[in-house]
């Protein structure tokens, strides 16, 4: 296995490099198909965020799923040490998602789904200018408030392989194109090993 490891706003130390070397070797034993793990050091040279002055980023490459974890800590060590253990939890989670999924995939209604989500309260008027809430955000002027966009190209994939990236990845949803019925759907993770899927229907 191949480890990269980079520095922003910081040096890295050969000692460091063969620290982290010796630790990643851990990662072996949950998937021996890792090829290379590229760790990126950085430094927040804010002085505000001492306690969280080191960000270490993981990102697992294998014949499967990219792997990502990241962390925070006072130091790059401890910061290692918390994006390890969260990487090494996340192939466990996809590890056990595979074993016990049979039999448990069980699609959700929209309405199902959106139950408890706050609801978008009336907009208000004044000087002209319209407010509205948007569960604890408010939303000035006219169109949707859009804090960050992005686009990715998708493969059409079966509902176990989303479940099993989004366990990769360490998220709690997952937006993928199903490829038996051909239509965009997102699973999310609901209760322990729970998860439900919301899917568009397209139409002609």
Known sequence: MEVVVTG???EVSDRFREH???KLTRLEKHD????RVQVEVELEKNPR???????????????GPV????????DKMGALDLALDKMQSQMRRAADRRRVHKGRNQHTGVGEALAGLPEVEDAVEEDGVTERQV??????G??????REKSHQAAPMTLDQALYEMELVGHDFYLFVDKEH???AVVYRRRGYDYGVISLDVGD
């Open 182 to 184: 051909e239509r965009p």
């Open 142 to 147: 006219d169109g949707p408030l859009v804090v």
């Open 32 to 35: 021996h198909r890792i090829m």
């Open 20 to 22: 982290v070397s010796e």
């Open 135 to 140: 569960g604890p955000i408010t939303v000035t």
């Open 67 to 74: 792997i990502r974890a990241e962390a925070a800590a006072e």
């Open 8 to 10: 922003r706003h910081c």
């Open 49 to 63: 965020q001492h306690d969280r002055a080191t960000k270490v980023e993981l990102t697992a490459f294998s014949k």
